[in-house]
Nanobody, 124 residues
Framework: QVQLVESGGGLVQAGGSLKLSCAAS????????MGWFRQAPGKEREFVAG????????YYADSVKGRFTISRDNAKNTVYLQMNSLKPEDTVVYYC?????????????????WGQGTQVTVSS
């Protein structure tokens, strides 16, 4: 098991930037594929971005491609989500997720470990 703690959320104006961090502790972080998901009230949790163990493979949702960048620092047991050109529709809770010893996936149910989430609010 790995414990995941997100940080970096907050309030930003449209067009602005935020960088989310997800710190991991417990099991060997470098063996986890990591993902970022987001969820609006009353809606299903949706995939945002994912990254493989060695950061060779990255995936993005079409809605964030070109604006968001996922990265990881295995020495610091941390995965990041750099969010640029933020829009009001990006206002939701963001979650990081870990998938042990498997490839990166866009599917929510493929991830075993989840953080508690961090709120991002983009004002127009």
């Amino acid at each position: 098991q790995v414990q995941l703690v997100e940080s970096g959320g907050g309030l930003v104006q449209a067009g602005g930037s935020l960088k989310l961090s997800c710190a991991a502790s417990g099991r060997t972080f470098s063996r986890y594929a990591m993902g970022w998901f987001r969820q609006a009230p009353g809606k299903e949790r949706e995939f945002v971005a994912g990254i493989s163990w060695g950061a060779v493979v990255t995936y993005y949702a079409d809605s964030v491609k070109g604006r968001f960048t996922i990265s990881r620092d295995n020495a610091k047991n941390t995965v990041y989500l750099q969010m640029n050109s933020l829009k009001p529709e990006d206002t939701v809770v963001y979650y990081c997720a870990g998938r042990w010893n498997m490839g990166v996936s866009k599917l929510r149910n493929d991830y075993e470990n989840w953080g508690q989430g961090t709120q991002v609010t983009v004002s127009s």
